[in-house]
């Protein structure tokens, strides 16, 4: 997909939710891990070099209530986090207690984030875009990638999750989702799933129902060592997905194997990242062992990202 040049009229929200499920019946979210690889950080850190030249505001929903996690998010520039202080000082008495005794009463769940944040953004805005706590941008022209995707008329462009079908019907995963503001508060439908969806697939359907264009971005590794987890897409967005939580998917045939994988591509991530990116576009020789790793799926995949 070809880029355009930024347009120094755009304004934009990045909307993040950072350790959401904390504290959901899987008990996903591992709060020992976040502390030592916080993604948050790292995404922010890329959406911050990756993003010069635009006019851009970041908003973060924090589930996680962890005081680290607040303080490297306030050192970031154009960072603004929700919900307020006196939820966030709940947050963490309730992170001392017990997950079956406190519950989720001070957390939202992603989609849920993901609507409030939406609420958030001025009306100035021009251009959404989503990412997960573990998904940043892995090129300078992120931006004029998915934004010049819609000013040429696509009503929603991004990460393109085709990896789980047809058990999951394919849609542009909030891993990676670009819209404008006023398409998507123009929607029946929210980030809200139903049930048998994914995050932000039923705003794809709504958007397709309506006639409305989608500009996907396609799995691109030219290294893949799992269906799912260590996604490059368009080459411009990468995915890890998995962060903090075990990695359990809905089409996985092995979850110790899966697992091993999360934990693999997470270490070479918060170890060198640059270094991770040009093993996966295969720039550079797979001194990772990843290709160890890969299945037939995953192959599958990264062949036909590649065509």
């Not at 207690?97 to 984030?113: I, K, M, N, Q």
Request: proline share 5%.
């Amino acid at each position: 997909m070809s880029a355009t040049p930024p347009s120094p009229h755009s304004r934009v929200a990045i909307l993040v939710v950072n350790g959401f499920d904390r504290r959901n019946r899987w008990g996903s979210y591992n709060h020992t891990e976040a502390l030592e690889y916080p993604w948050i950080d790292l995404c922010l850190q890329q959406v911050e070099r990756r993003s010069r030249g635009w006019d851009y505001e970041v908003l973060v929903y924090d589930n996680s209530h962890l005081e680290q996690h607040l303080e490297l998010m306030r050192t970031r520039p154009r960072v603004r986090v929700l919900p307020g202080n006196w939820v966030a000082t709940l947050g963490r008495i309730a992170n001392r207690a017990p997950s079956w005794y406190v519950g989720r009463p001070l957390e939202r769940t992603h989609p849920r984030a993901l609507d409030h944040l939406l609420a958030q953004v001025s009306a100035d805005v021009q251009y959404v875009v989503t990412l997960d706590s573990d998904s940043f941008p892995v090129r300078d022209d992120w931006l004029d990638v998915l934004i010049g995707a819609c000013e040429r008329g696509a009503a929603v462009t991004g990460v393109y999750r085709d990896e789980m079908a047809p058990t999951i019907r394919p849609f542009v995963h909030v891993s990676g989702l670009c819209a404008r503001l006023s398409d998507l508060r123009s929607l029946d439908a929210s980030f809200n799933r139903h049930p048998g969806q994914d995050v932000g697939q039923n705003i794809t359907e709504e958007l397709r129902s309506r006639g409305r264009e989608v500009a996907p971005l396609h799995r691109s590794n030219s290294v893949s060592c799992h269906f799912l987890m260590g996604g490059l897409y368009g080459d411009v967005i990468y995915h890890h997905g998995a962060g903090s939580r075990r990695a359990n998917f809905w089409t996985s045939a092995d979850l110790e194997a899966d697992e091993q994988v999360r934990m693999k591509l997470r270490d070479a991530a918060f170890a060198d990242l640059d270094h991770l990116i040009a093993v996966l576009r295969g720039e550079t020789p797979d001194d990772l062992d990843l290709t160890a790793h890969t299945s037939p799926v995953a192959q599958a995949s990264a062949q036909q990202g590649a065509r």
